[in-house]
């Protein structure tokens, strides 16, 4: 069945190409970009595929960007849009975090707010939270950002055992990617790197720090987000959602024997 989509952070990375693949099957896709040029880009790259979209900028920090969506009878929303903070929790300055839970879970919860208005009117309707194996396990340095994805992903649970309650038919669920080569891990491990100097306590470790990131995403990062994208659309086509949705497959298996056996 056709279905009206709307995803967040979709001018590059895994929402792109959900964005993408959501049109080749059908739906009705609006694709939102954090800025402007993104979406002239994106509307520029829709036009050279012969692929129908609508684009639009909207910032979900920004409120009027968020009331955009009022405009819309959602079937799904897809909270993809995120940002990661990156360094050690006991000197990184406090409002990086706070500005990681304002992207990550602040905006996104109100702009799914937004659109559950109208689905629990409609008694219909899906929200999807692209959060992270990093909301299940943490990696040190990277804490900021895990502790959003912790966050987004028990709320999302929360509010899906809350929902199920009142509308069998307005779903939550949440995608749990591994590593992705979209240039995103790159983009945060590096913001550290900017403010832990001198000054630092764990300056004469920074060399070894670097070394061990650099190995671990060149180990766990995949090629393609073709695995997650896969998830993303079934989540997001499924009339009874499941909760979790990860990829790629053996990174979600290890998280959770992680879990299990602890490290
Ligand atoms: N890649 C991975 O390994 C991985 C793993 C686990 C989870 N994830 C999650 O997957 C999602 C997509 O990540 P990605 O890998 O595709 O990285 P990405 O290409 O950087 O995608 C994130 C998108 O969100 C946008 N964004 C940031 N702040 C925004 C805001 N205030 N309003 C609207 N859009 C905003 C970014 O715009 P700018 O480019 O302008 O910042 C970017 O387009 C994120 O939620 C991320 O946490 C990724």
Same mark, same amino acid.
């Given at each position: 069945? &056709? ?6 952070? =979709? ?29 002239? /880009? ?16 909207? /910032? ?22 995120? +940002? #990661? ?7 990184? /300055? ?16 109100? *702009?799914?707010?937004?659109?559950? &208005? ?6 219909? #309707? ?5 959060? %992270?194996?990093? #909301?299940? *396990? ?12 912790? =966050?987004?992903? %028990? ?27 979209? #240039? ?24 070894? +720090? @670097? *070394? ?5 995403? @060149? ?16 989540? =997001?086509?499924?009339? &009874?959602? @499941? ?16 879990? *299990?056996?602890?490290?």
């Amino acid at each position: 069945m &056709k279905k009206t989509i709307l995803i967040t952070g =979709a001018g590059t990375g895994i929402g792109k190409a959900t964005a993408f693949e959501l049109a080749r099957k059908g739906h009705d896709v609006i694709a939102t970009t954090e800025t402007e040029e993104q979406s002239l /880009d994106l509307k520029n790259e829709i036009k050279s595929a012969n692929i129908l979209m609508e684009v639009f900028k909207l /910032d979900i920090t920004n409120k009027t960007d968020r009331k955009k969506i009022e405009n819309y009878n959602l079937d799904v929303l897809i909270n993809n849009a995120g +940002i #990661g903070e990156s360094g050690s929790l006991a000197e990184i /300055d406090i409002n990086k975090v706070r500005n990681n839970f304002e992207v990550n879970v602040f905006s996104t919860l109100e *702009i799914s707010q937004l659109a559950l &208005k109208k689905m629990l009117v409609r008694k219909q #309707g899906t929200i999807i939270f692209i959060s %992270s194996l990093a #909301g299940r *396990i943490t990696m040190p340095f990277l804490g900021p950002y895990c502790m959003t994805k912790f =966050a987004l992903s %028990s709320g999302a649970e929360t509010l899906r055992r809350e929902i199920h309650r009142v509308r069998e038919n307005v779903h939550i669920s949440i995608i749990e990617p591994g590593g992705y080569h979209t #240039g995103f891990n790159q983009k945060n491990i590096a913001k550290k790197y900017v403010w832990m100097n001198e000054q630092s306590v764990f300056y004469s470790i920074i060399d070894k +720090i @670097k *070394i061990e990131e650099e190995k671990l995403f @060149k180990f766990t990062e995949s090629k393609t987000t073709t695995s997650i994208v896969q998830k993303i659309v079934k989540a =997001a086509e499924a009339k &009874k959602p @499941k909760l979790r949705y990860s990829a790629p497959w053996w990174q979600a298996v290890g998280t959770q024997l992680l879990r *299990i056996f602890g490290k």
